[in-house]
Nanobody, 127 residues
Framework: QVQLVESGGGLVQAGGSLRLSCTAS????????MGWFRQAPGKEREFVAA????????YYADSVKGRFTIFKDDARNTVYLSMNSLKPEDTAVYYC????????????????????WGQGTQVTVSS
């Protein structure tokens, strides 16, 4: 069973950048498909980005495409979310998730396909 710990959240002005990290332990990180989700107050948790175990395939929500980048470092057991041109609507708690499952592309956009979750890190973007 893998444990996930996110870090890197904080307060940033609109237009700024942050890089979130999610470090895994207790499993073979290189085999996991990894995702980032976020949840704003009063809203449902939503998909942000995902990267498959090989690192060669990535998926992004339309709302972050072109601004966010997901990438992984297997040597560090870490997946990153680089966020640029941040907007106030990006404010949320960001969660890292992992799954060993092999699914259709569309399935990686849904949180129920992920088996392991971190505790979340707060990102606040001020206008």
């Amino acid at each position: 069973q893998v444990q996930l710990v996110e870090s890197g959240g904080g307060l940033v002005q609109a237009g700024g950048s942050l890089r979130l990290s999610c470090t895994a332990s207790g499993g073979t990180f290189s085999r996991y498909n990894m995702g980032w989700f976020r949840q704003a107050p009063g809203k449902e948790r939503e998909f942000v980005a995902a990267i498959l175990w090989s690192g060669g395939t990535t998926y992004y929500a339309d709302s972050v495409k072109g601004r966010f980048t997901i990438f992984k470092d297997d040597a560090r057991n870490t997946v990153y979310l680089s966020m640029n041109s941040l907007k106030p609507e990006d404010t949320a708690v960001y969660y890292c998730a992992a799954t060993l499952g092999s699914y259709r592309s569309s399935d990686y956009y849904t949180d129920r396909r992920y088996d392991y979750w971190g505790q979340g890190t707060q990102v606040t973007v001020s206008s």
